[in-house]
């Protein structure tokens, strides 16, 4: 099986603007989270989807929001972008959510100038 | 607040020598505790994990220890070998949502 798939990989953009991240999970999983991760903070949960509906939320701003399609792939957007938003986003799919294992992809590296 | 915490950024082994990655938690509600190890440009993969209802699991060359009323885990690799250099996450699940440490970095030396 494929394994999660985020693209784009890195993304360069400037305060004020909005981004759009995209998450593939592994075929059959109908779970994704979304982490952030910065230097000194490890990965600090944003959000999680099943089957379309955010079933759980993060400590982030309104900025922050997701979206979860039917083919179980996920977008996460952020607006109005701040510096201290430059960081590695990752995702993670599981079949349901409640199994210990998430299956991580590579991150997508946001530069914010 | 940070709930789950690695309180070493780095850590050097010589190869062939016992890594000990330690962590801490403070809410006794966790049902499971895990392990991912980082290689730089890709994604955490899972290493081990271990219910809160035992003590200790053993995969391979990897062992987790779980002393609950110390709200500590730990982490041994025996032996430790230079492809286990990385960065190693701990991590603790709440129902669906996860929480993870800020990360320690091993540097296995050959």
């Known amino acids: 099986k494929a394994g999660v798939t985020q693209t784009p990989r890195y993304l360069i953009k400037t305060r004020g603007q909005q981004v759009t991240l995209s998450c593939s999970p592994i075929s059959g999983h109908r779970s994704v989270s979304w982490y952030q991760q910065t230097p000194g903070q490890g990965l600090q949960f944003l959000f999680e989807y099943f089957s379309e509906t955010q079933r759980n939320k993060g400590n982030f701003p309104g900025r922050f929001s997701g979206r979860q399609f039917s083919n179980s792939r996920s977008e996460m957007n952020v607006s109005t972008l701040e510096l201290g938003d430059s960081a590695l986003y990752l995702c993670a799919s599981s079949l349901t959510g409640t199994q210990v294992t998430q299956y991580f992809g590579p991150g997508t590296r946001l530069l914010v100038l | 607040d940070q709930q789950v915490k690695q309180n070493s950024p780095s850590l050097s082994v010589q190869e062939g020598r016992i890594s000990i990655l330690n962590c801490d938690y403070t809410?006794?509600?966790?049902?499971?505790f895990l392990w991912y190890k980082k290689y730089p440009a890709e994604g955490p993969t899972f290493l081990i994990s271990?219910?809160?209802?035992?003590d200790k699991n053993e995969d391979g060359r990897f062992t987790v220890f779980l002393n609950k009323s110390a709200k500590h885990l730990s982490l041994h690799i025996v032996p430790s070998q230079p492809g286990d250099s990385a960065v190693y996450f701990c991590a603790a699940s709440l129902g669906n949502q996860f929480y993870f440490g800020t990360g320690t970095s091993l540097t296995v030396i050959p």
């Open positions: 809410n006794s509600m966790f049902d499971y």
């Open positions: 271990i219910s809160s209802i035992k």
